[in-house]
């Protein structure tokens, strides 16, 4: 058996702790499709949204939601290079100025920091040098749109790396 073949044993193995939210909470669908709308109505760019997202998943050190951004990030056509340095984006030659202080503000937002405000307004103005009053709003929800899911990606555990419809997978009962 080679590493690949037992990955895939260990995947199939695996099971989430509850199944599919979206089954158990109907309602979640209607907030879910909400927050995909105005995260996507087009005043940040896509890469910069999956990047911010991919950079939560990091920040939260969550498999399922970093596996899945990553996977966004590549489908939304951000290059190998960026996807991979996002971890380390401080000192990385492949970001945009605008992308910096995305990536800069969902680290503010979801790191924990001593006194004082986590968004200073030296941050907030270097922001609003590279996105408008719309776009910073978009940005702030894009942050929202991931923090709203980490709950259940910490709490309910979904299977990374796995098609959709396999992520809430639970053990027979027995």
Do not use: C
Not at 22 to 38: G, H
Not at 39 to 60: F, I, M, S
Request: charged share 20%.
């Amino acid at each position: 058996m080679n590493a690949t073949d037992a990955t895939e044993n260990n995947l199939d193995a695996l099971t989430s702790r509850f199944s599919d939210p979206q089954r158990l909470v109907p309602e979640l669908a209607d907030v879910s499709t909400a927050l995909f709308k105005i995260v996507g109505n087009g005043t940040v760019p896509r890469r910069t949204v999956v990047l911010v997202q991919l950079r939560a998943g990091q920040l939260v050190e969550n498999t399922y939601l970093t596996v899945m951004h990553a996977g966004n990030a590549r489908r939304a056509g951000v290059p190998e290079e960026k996807v991979a340095a996002v971890a380390s984006w401080k000192d990385a030659p492949y970001f945009t100025d605008a992308e910096r202080v995305a990536l800069e503000l969902v680290e503010a937002v979801l790191t924990p920091g001593g006194p004082g405000e986590r968004v200073s307004g030296a941050l907030y103005a270097r922001a609003a040098e590279h996105y408008d009053a719309k776009a910073l709003a978009t940005l702030a929800m894009a942050i929202g749109q991931v923090n709203f899911f980490i709950p259940l990606a910490l709490i309910g555990k979904p299977l990374p790396g796995v098609p959709m419809a396999e992520q809430w997978r639970t053990a027979p009962a027995g």
